[in-house]
């Protein structure tokens, strides 16, 4: 069993809608991650919270906004987005120390109509 | 800027065979670590691997060794006695520990593993 827990793991939503991806872990891990995959493709990193601060925004469009209410918790807000951006979304945990391997979750898989 | 290559697209084993896949990267950080993932067809990501850049011997873990050539800049994953499970994408990742990019963990294009019975 994966000790990233993502929800939901399908959405399907239009252009105008508002959803929300949702991320826990309990590894007390402290830095989370946010990847989108496209079929086919590597993991594209989005966003990094480190210690609950966003430490890393690629460039990310605004109609994506991450939120960290805390440390076990990592939440994507999703906005009038598009249908390209229908991938599967992973969220990853990472324990401190320079050997910290990620620890992914099974992923949210997005459709957007 | 970090890169990874890895330019075997697809690569086909026969069952107990050992296969290589190949990885090589480009940092100018002289603190980084390197990482095997696998994803089969479910979608999960499985950390298989992982090498410091200051770690002299080779890492081994189970039916997996990573050969890094540090000079060359590779970071070769072997597979002995492959499996039929072992079916499935592997990337390399690469994490610097520099101050400015300690976070940022990429991965490389992947390889799609596939093993004959």
């Known amino acids: 069993d994966t000790e990233v827990t993502q929800t939901p793991k399908h959405l399907v939503m239009g252009m105008t809608n508002k959803k929300s991806l949702k991320c826990e872990q309990h590894?007390?891990?402290?830095?989370m991650y946010w990847y989108k995959q496209k079929a086919k493709k590597p993991p594209e990193l989005m966003f990094v919270y480190s210690y609950e601060k966003l430490s890393i925004n690629e460039s990310v469009p605004s109609r994506f906004s991450p939120e960290c209410p805390n440390s076990s918790l990592l939440n994507l807000h999703l906005h009038a987005l598009q249908p390209e951006d229908s991938a599967l979304y992973l969220c990853?945990?990472?324990?401190?120390?320079?050997?910290?391997?990620?620890?992914f979750g099974e992923g949210s898989r997005l459709t957007v109509l | 800027a970090q890169k990874i290559t890895q330019t075997q697209p697809g690569m086909f084993v026969q069952e107990k065979e050992a296969v290589t896949l190949d990885c090589t990267y480009d940092t100018s950080d002289q603190s980084y670590g390197l990482f095997w993932y696998k994803q089969p067809s479910s979608g999960e990501m499985i950390f298989l691997i992982y090498q410091g850049s200051y770690d002299e011997q080779n890492a081994t873990e189970g039916r997996y060794s990573l050969n890094f050539q540090k000079a060359r800049k590779s970071a070769n994953l072997v597979i002995s006695a492959s499996q039929l499970g072992d079916s499935a994408m592997y990337f390399c990742?690469?994490?610097?520990?520099?101050?400015?990019?300690?976070?940022?963990?990429?991965f490389g294009p992947g390889t799609s593993l596939s093993v004959i019975p």
């Open positions: 990742a690469m994490r610097e520990t520099s101050l400015t990019s300690y976070d940022k963990v990429i």
């Open positions: 590894m007390g891990h402290r830095a």
């Open positions: 990853a945990s990472r324990r401190t120390g320079d050997s910290g391997e990620l620890f």
